[in-house]
């Protein structure tokens, strides 16, 4: 069956990764839930061989779908995503991080002091205070200045390569 597939297929990249020392992230989409229905380690497509072979299993989710006794409330004002460590073979620390996709640069940020006090969490330095302190004390200042204060404004990409020599005829 393609359940069996699977299941072997799991069984060749836990020994790969086991004999070569390496850490491989492997995409499994969940199962059909109900809309807005909180997922977990269950919702993984397949077999529970996938999230038991797993060394960290992470989740990405809407705010809305989040446990009811979460802190994470979907807002009009900031679109967000929530990645959830559910399963961390290493030292068990489980947690959930709000971030937005950043399209300018093509990556996922954390977000900031204040969108975090718009989606009703608490800053940074209020919420981990113990962590903090293991940070450096700028790292994490409350962004007051007007929203589209961008870090790349005075960044000037890289000039392109100069072009290839012409060829001898």
């Known amino acids: 069956t393609k359940f069996d597939a699977q299941d ?3 069984d060749l990249f836990r020994k790969f990764s086991t004999k070569h020392n390496v850490h491989l992230t492997l995409v499994v989409h969940p199962r059909k839930e109900m809309d807005k229905a909180a997922l977990g380690i ?3 497509f397949g077999t529970a061989k996938a999230t038991q072979e797993a060394d960290n ?3 990405l989710q809407r705010p809305e779908a989040m446990e009811k006794n979460s802190n994470f409330r979907q807002s009009d004002e900031v679109d967000y995503r929530v990645l959830e460590v559910k399963k961390n073979r290493f030292d068990g620390e489980l947690g959930a991080v709000p971030y937005k996709f950043e399209r300018d640069i093509v990556t996922m940020v954390e977000l900031n002091d204040l969108e975090r ?3 009703g969490l608490l800053p940074v330095a209020e919420e981990f205070p113990d962590a903090m302190r293991e940070v450096a004390p700028d790292a994490w200042m409350l962004q007051t200045a ?4 961008d870090l790349f404004d005075e960044w000037d990409p890289p ?3 100069p072009p290839p020599p012409p060829s001898p005829n």
């Open 146 to 149: 007007d929203e589209d204060n």
């Open 57 to 59: 299993v992470v989740i």
């Open 8 to 10: 072997y297929a799991l």
């Open 42 to 44: 269950s919702s993984v």
């Open 159 to 161: 000039p392109p390569p």
């Open 117 to 119: 006090m718009k989606i």
